[in-house]
């Protein structure tokens, strides 16, 4: 069974940058045909994509966060991070990561979810 835990500060200054670990177990972050993603849910907010990192270590980025955004593979073995830049409060959220197998957002493993508030 596949697991995901997404770890990280839970509070972050304005203007700084937000970095979040998604620790996956039960399954390799390298398997072939996987796409592991970030997403997020903002108090009263649907659900927002963030980011998703392929097999092969492509990436692709939600345009309105684009150039703040990085996803990548963690320094340990399979784990994914994410780092956003110049974060605001309206970067308040629920962060989560998950994984697909079609590349289309058909979510079928997802973390619980951490909790990211952006305050002075």
């Known amino acids: 069974q596949v697991q995901l835990q997404e770890s990280g500060p839970g509070l972050v200054k304005p203007s700084q940058t937000l970095s979040l670990t998604c620790s996956v177990s039960g399954g390799s972050i390298d398997g072939t045909y996987y796409w592991w993603s970030w997403i997020r849910q903002s108090p009263g907010k649907g659900l927002e994509w963030v980011g998703t990192m392929a097999y092969g270590g492509s990436t692709s980025y939600s345009p309105s966060l684009k150039s703040r955004t990085s996803v990548s593979r963690g320094t340990s073995k399979n784990q994914l991070t994410l780092q956003l830049s110049s974060v605001t409060p309206e970067d308040t959220a629920v962060y989560y990561c998950?994984?697909?197998?079609?590349?289309?957002?058909?979510?079928?493993?997802w973390g619980q979810g951490t909790q990211v508030t952006v305050s002075s």
């Open positions: 998950a994984r697909d197998r079609t590349g289309y957002g058909a979510y079928e493993y």
